[in-house]
Nanobody, 121 residues
Framework: QVQPVETGGALVPPGGSLRLSCRGDESFFRNDRMGWYRQAPGRQRELVAGMTKDGQTDYHDSVKERFTISKDNARRRLYLQMNGLKPVDTAVYYC???????????????WGLGTHVTVSS
């Protein structure tokens, strides 16, 4: 099992947009569920967007209508389009996959290094 690789984080002003990308290996995309997580300083890692293998999606209430998760199986990429960014969205963002998306589950793949998103004027 290979760690996924997250890219696309940056410093953006409030109201800005970013598209995060996650490169996963075959095991990543073979799992039933995949998702994007974030961890802000001093806080626990939380799931912000999840997707099942057949494309059903679910979002944390704080990002609904602003974030969109999508995937490209052929390219082995998972994406997170983030619009209307707020300072509270500042965090390190991670992707992962497994039979469950519970952040503390040992069934998830090894965590990658994440990508930093900072929302500030």
């Amino acid at each position: 099992q290979v760690q996924p690789v997250e890219t696309g984080g940056a410093l953006v002003p409030p109201g800005g947009s970013l598209r995060l990308s996650c490169r996963g290996d075959e095991s990543f995309f073979r799992n039933d569920r995949m998702g994007w997580y974030r961890q802000a300083p001093g806080r626990q890692r939380e799931l912000v967007a999840g997707m099942t293998k057949d494309g059903q999606t679910d979002y944390h209430d704080s990002v609904k209508e602003r974030f969109t998760i999508s995937k490209d199986n052929a390219r082995r990429r998972l994406y997170l389009q983030m619009n209307g960014l707020k300072p509270v969205d500042t965090a390190v963002y991670y992707c992962n996959s497994g039979p469950t998306l519970e952040p503390t589950s040992r069934l998830l793949l090894p965590w990658g290094l994440g990508t930093h998103v900072t929302v500030s004027s």
